[in-house]
């Protein structure tokens, strides 16, 4: 059930597309950042909502973030010759964890930071 609210297209435009972007909202003032508790609107619950609401979302999203960041950071990602990269999702993943379609393939290699050892 809380994938198919993550999934409804009269909450979410093209809800099975990928696009990162539509977490953040300009309202005016800056970039406001999607409300992951729901304490305005639910419109997604990976953490769950309200009381029982998963105590560890903070160090759950900065963990993640951080896991991601240091693999852009530390390495150059190219893609496959002739292999699009395809975010759809496979239709046997309806539960968690999400599958994709046709997996990734990408070429990765460190980078090499100024001034930084290559050994
Ligand atoms: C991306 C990472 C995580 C996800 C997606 C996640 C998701 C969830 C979900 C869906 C629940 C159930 C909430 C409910 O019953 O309504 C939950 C509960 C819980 N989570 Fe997490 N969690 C994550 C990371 C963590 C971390 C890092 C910790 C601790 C360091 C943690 C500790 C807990 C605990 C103790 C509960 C039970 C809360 C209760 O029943 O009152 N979680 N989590």
Same mark, same amino acid.
């Given at each position: 059930m809380a994938a198919e609210i993550a999934c409804n297209p009269e909450v979410w435009?093209?809800?099975?597309?990928?696009? !990162?972007?539509?977490?953040?909202?300009?309202?005016?003032?800056g970039v406001e950042l999607f409300d992951?508790?729901?304490?305005?609107?639910?419109?997604?619950?990976p953490f769950g909502a309200?009381?029982?609401?998963?105590?560890g979302y903070g160090l759950g999203i900065f963990h993640l973030e951080y896991f991601v960041a240091n693999l852009i950071w530390h390495f150059e990602w190219t893609t496959v010759d002739g292999d699009e990269v395809d975010l759809s999702e496979s239709?046997?993943?309806?539960?968690? !964890?999400v599958v994709m379609k046709n997996p990734l393939k990408a070429h990765i290699s460190p980078r090499v930071k100024q001034g930084e050892d290559t050994h």
């Open positions: 435009e093209d809800p099975l597309e990928f696009m !990162p972007e539509r977490f953040l909202s300009g309202g005016g003032k992951v508790t729901g304490t305005k609107e639910i419109k997604m619950m309200g009381r029982r609401i998963c105590p239709p046997l993943s309806a539960l968690i !964890p």
